[in-house]
């Protein structure tokens, strides 16, 4: 008997039947522009193969006023409807139904296009606190418009054989502004109580349901927006019971796109709870009485399963899940639940490299999102002997695509655990989770069969009894400490000594953050749970400059609730016993932080080439990847690991 009856039980929703309960929700990949193209099908395509009962492709936009960001998928143009209908083809193939999302952003602008920033047009004019934008009011005509575009576009991807489409009026898009208010401040047909701000969803609906036959229709939205001028749980619950006869399904979310807060939940950090948004689906459920999909770090079959068994949602979005491991379904289907790779919510490769523009990816497995270049590992010509020296996460990369290729690896670290700087960065408040990266990662070395050698202090001598063919040195990085005036008389201590309490850090610290990532932050906030009033100074605009919005939002926010006094523009100059001193970035002008007793340095790590001179000769080719190369991210460090396991 399967350990998840319901997760992997079949549901009807509208004219659609769904082989089980696992959903890959709406997720702009920048793989593709205007129209689905190989690269985004392949992408959709490996989730399909893994399981995925439903995939809901990424945002289209209905209409010219709908410029959200670059890279927007559309089905206006009838040309279109081929791209379509092979991205749903190829996925349906593999038994995913596939559902369409329809959008407008409304006053919701992420990134200007081609440079130029578009006319945003609301339902009134109330500016966006988080892009700046102070919108142009909609006329009726315009409404009508964008109405017809909802139409016109479900009505393509019904041509192109999609199962179903969904209005996304989740995160205080153009729908939820509707609905909201305090963003919808008119008085006509579409606004002015709480039932004419239904109108606008209610027109969309019918518009859509005309157009497009018996294709499944869903509302996508936040159950609570959570955040002071964005809808409440009561607010939604009580539109979507007004809604509840126009749709066959409700997505739910949390958060919105309108503040920097409430963004923080349109893709969840790991400083939020599994599931958390389960209570918002339920709140919809009841009001519908339709089925609903709960979203929001639903990182594990387990917790999926017990999500749908206690009732509060039908079916569960598992997004992140599904880009961090793809298979995610087979091996629950399976049982194989200790090879399933668990997305550890660092979001980093996934909405980071999208708000960069680029297409998506996964710290942990640089596959994803690139699977028309690295479609599986193909099995090496000739066995080969390598050894891999240094299990931080490249290390471990390296060694498992290499072993999973027929090479015969083995792994020489010198600490007596794996891990490397992801054991320190799992030692962060509301970062333990960053361990997991460990955890999967120590399983794709067992099932590849690399051979591991833990504390090896001397890896050139075990080396030369291996004879290997081949070295990849993933030696990893150390804290860099400049040479600086008085860091001698000041009780000056590194982040990695705070972390792994090596030393007493006193009641009044100043923490020098070049770097400006999770460290410094995370510092602080441990640092002041501890009970120390604690500076933090980053050189950089902003604490957490590194790191993706959300996550630095939600770590931030952390921060001001506990007090941190957070410096910015600050670059480290000296110190004295009770005295650091910084200069402004901006201005030159010395910034002095008095009265400390700790200086906590932050200014980043520096490979140690001096290590890699022992290994040369030891083989015919040595190969330096991640951190001992130049100190960068776990991204880096696994990305360039699992291109040294495929090249060897
Ligand atoms: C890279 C990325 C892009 C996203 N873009 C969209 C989008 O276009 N439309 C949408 O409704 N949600 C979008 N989301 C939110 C996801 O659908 C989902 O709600 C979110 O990732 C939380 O679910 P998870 O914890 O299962 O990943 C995006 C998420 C990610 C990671
Ligand atoms: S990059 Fe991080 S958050 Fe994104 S899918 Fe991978 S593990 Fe999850």
């Known amino acids: ?214 294709l499944v229709l869903g509302l996508r939205i936040s159950g609570a927006e959570l955040d002071d001028t964005g809808l409440t749980q009561d607010e939604v619950s009580a539109a979507c019971e007004g809604l509840a006869d126009a749709f066959d399904y409700f997505s739910v979310v949390a958060g919105t796109s309108a503040t920097l807060g409430g963004s923080v939940h349109i893709v969840p950090p790991m400083g939020l709870q599994p599931g958390y948004v389960a209570p918002f689906a339920a709140s919809v459920r009841k009001a519908t009485g339709k089925p609903v999909i709960a979203t929001g770090r639903i990182n594990q079959p387990q917790v999926a399963e017990q999500i749908i068994a206690s009732g509060d949602a039908d079916l569960c979005g598992m997004t992140r899940a599904l880009i961090c491991d793809p298979q995610m379904p087979a091996k629950a289907a399976g049982g194989k639940l200790d090879d399933i790779r668990a997305c550890i919510g660092c979001n980093q490769a996934c909405i980071g490299r999208a708000h960069k523009g680029l297409g998506i990816s996964c710290i942990q497995y640089p596959e994803s999102g690139r699977e028309l270049e690295f479609s599986g590992h193909l099995p090496a010509p000739s066995a080969k002997k390598v050894v891999v020296v240094g299990g931080g996460p490249g290390g471990m990369k390296a060694a498992a695509v290499a072993a999973s290729r027929g090479h015969k690896v083995t792994l020489l670290e010198k600490s007596n655990q794996l891990g490397g700087q992801a054991r320190l960065a799992q030692l962060l408040p509301g970062r333990e989770e960053f361990g997991g990266i460990i955890t999967n990662l120590c399983r794709e070395l067992e099932v590849s069969g690399a051979e591991i050698q833990t504390g090896v202090a001397d890896a050139a001598s075990a080396a030369v009894t291996v004879k290997p063919d081949a070295i990849v040195l993933a030696t990893g990085a150390k804290p860099y400490v400049p040479a600086l005036d008085g860091l001698d008389s000041a009780h000056c201590v590194t982040a990695w000594q705070v972390l792994q309490n090596e030393v007493n850090p006193g009641s009044r610290v100043v923490i020098a953050d070049w770097r400006s990532d999770w460290i410094g932050i995370g510092l602080a906030e441990r640092l002041a749970l501890a009970g120390s009033a604690v500076t933090l100074c980053v050189n950089a605009a902003m604490a957490g400059e590194a790191i993706q919005l959300y996550a630095r939002n939600h770590y931030v926010g952390r921060l001001h609730k506990l007090g941190v006094n957070i410096r910015t523009h600050m670059r480290l100059f000296g110190a004295d016993e009770d005295t650091t001193y910084f200069q402004d970035t901006l201005t030159g002008d010395p910034v002095l932080v008095e009265n400390t007793d700790t200086l906590v340095l932050s200014l980043g790590h520096v490979g140690d080439e001096k290590l890699h001179k022992a290994f040369d000769g030891l083989a015919e080719r040595v190969m330096p990847i991640g951190d001992c190369v130049a100190a960068r991210t776990a991204e880096e460090a696994v990305y360039e690991g699992m291109l040294a396991g495929r090249n060897l």
């Open 1 to 214: 008997m399967s350990q998840f009856p319901h997760l992997l039980s079949e549901i009807e929703i509208g004219s659609c039947t769904i082989k089980n309960r696992i959903v890959s929700t709406g997720h702009h990949t920048y793989l593709a522009d205007v129209e689905p193209g190989d690269p985004l099908i392949a992408y959709h395509e490996a989730r399909a193969k893994g399981g995925a009962g439903l995939i809901v492709s990424e945002i289209i936009a209905v209409h010219e006023t709908a410029s959200f960001s670059k890279d927007l998928l559309c089905a206006s143009d009838r040309a279109s409807i081929p791209a379509f209908s092979k991205l749903a083809e190829t996925c349906q193939r593999h038994g995913a139904k596939v559902f369409g999302q329809l959008f407008h952003p409304g006053r919701e602008i992420l990134s200007a296009t081609g440079g130029m920033l578009p006319v945003a047009y609301a339902p009134s004019t109330v500016p966006n606190e988080r892009f700046h934008i102070m919108p142009k009011e909609m006329s009726e005509a315009l409404i009508g418009d964008i109405v017809s575009g909802f139409a016109l576009n479900a009505a393509h991807l019904a041509e192109a054989g999609y199962d179903g489409v969904e209005i996304v009026a989740s995160h205080g898009y153009l729908p939820a502004q509707f609905l909201n208010p305090r963003v919808n401040l008119r008085d006509d047909a579409y606004g002015g109580d709480a039932e004419r701000r239904l109108q606008f969803v209610r027109e969309v609906a019918a518009a859509v349901r005309a157009a497009a036959g018996d």
